[in-house]
């Protein structure tokens, strides 16, 4: 059987799952939310991440239903979450390239879907990578952001600082957050090229008045540098690793 195949009979036999990573906020150390990162309960291969499977998706059609199995669960998990009074402020999730280029198609699904789950615009963020932004639809890609960003769902530039334009990307894209690719924060302690130019990503997001989230920390020392250079998140293995939506409440308790 051929990869899409196979995803095609995953999705139909409920082998799709979200995983949810904190974001914590740097000065009250308080969970602003999670990002939802989709997983593939593989029936001979185990747990899957994105990386065995997105690149063979790409621009096929399948990609947009497991764009929208994302939307739908992580949003309905929210609702569970606060009917428990489950404290999750927000979800963030990944918008892939052919979602995003599909007009008003993301725009029409996330209403209906926060309509569904009678959710507010600001309990939902989008996360959209730079390579995204490539192609001949930049323009209605632009469009498609600036009507979310109105209805009240604000998106992120992530791993920001790798791609191409990336300064280009924030002037042309409505996003209001950025989250500082994770191979500027790897080497944050020893290399002071990582250091000049992640404070200089945290300056930048702070002077236009965007929330900047510092992916991939990993150490106390990480941190520390991230601390005294005043970012706003972060997000990482030394918070948490990502988790089955059923262990977010008893992350939470311990967390507090
Ligand atoms: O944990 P991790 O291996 O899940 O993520 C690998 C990459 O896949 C990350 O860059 C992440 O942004 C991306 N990713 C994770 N979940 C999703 C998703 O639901 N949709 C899209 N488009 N990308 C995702
Ligand atoms: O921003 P992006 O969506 O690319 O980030 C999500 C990816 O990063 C997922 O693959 C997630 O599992 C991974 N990730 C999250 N925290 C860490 C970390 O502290 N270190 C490393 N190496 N990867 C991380
Ligand atoms: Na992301």
């Known amino acids: 059987v051929n990869l899409l195949e196979e995803v095609r009979l995953g999705l139909r036999r409920d082998e799709f799952d979200v995983y949810y990573q904190p974001i914590i906020d740097l000065r009250t150390s308080e969970v602003r939310g999670f990002e939802a990162l989709v997983r593939w309960q593989h029936p001979t291969r185990g747990l899957l991440t994105p990386a065995a499977f997105s690149a063979a998706l790409e ?34 999730v990944n918008i892939s390239r052919s979602q995003l280029q599909s007009g008003d198609e993301l725009s029409r699904q996330v209403v209906a879907l926060l309509k569904k789950y009678d959710l507010s615009p600001d309990r939902l963020k989008l996360e959209i990578l730079e390579s995204a932004f490539l192609g001949d639809r930049a323009d209605a890609v632009a469009d498609v952001l600036r009507q979310l960003r109105q209805f009240g769902v604000i998106s992120a530039l992530d791993d920001f600082g790798t791609g191409y334009a990336s300064l280009t990307h924030l002037k042309t894209f409505d996003v209001g957050r950025i989250k500082i690719d994770r191979s500027f924060i790897s080497g944050l302690e020893e290399q002071q090229s990582n250091r000049v130019i992640t404070q200089a990503i945290i300056d930048l997001g702070a002077n236009l008045g965007m929330r900047v989230v510092a992916e991939g920390v990993e150490t106390l020392e990480q941190l520390k540098v991230l601390v005294a250079g005043n970012c706003d998140c972060g997000q990482g293995y030394l918070f948490s690793r990502p988790m089955p939506g059923g262990e977010v409440p008893g992350f939470l308790a311990r967390w507090r």
């Open 59 to 92: 621009d096929h059609a399948l990609s947009a239903k497991i764009g929208a199995f994302v939307l739908d669960r992580s949003l309905g998990q929210l609702r569970q979450w606060t009917n428990q009074s489950i404290p999750v402020l927000c979800v963030n």
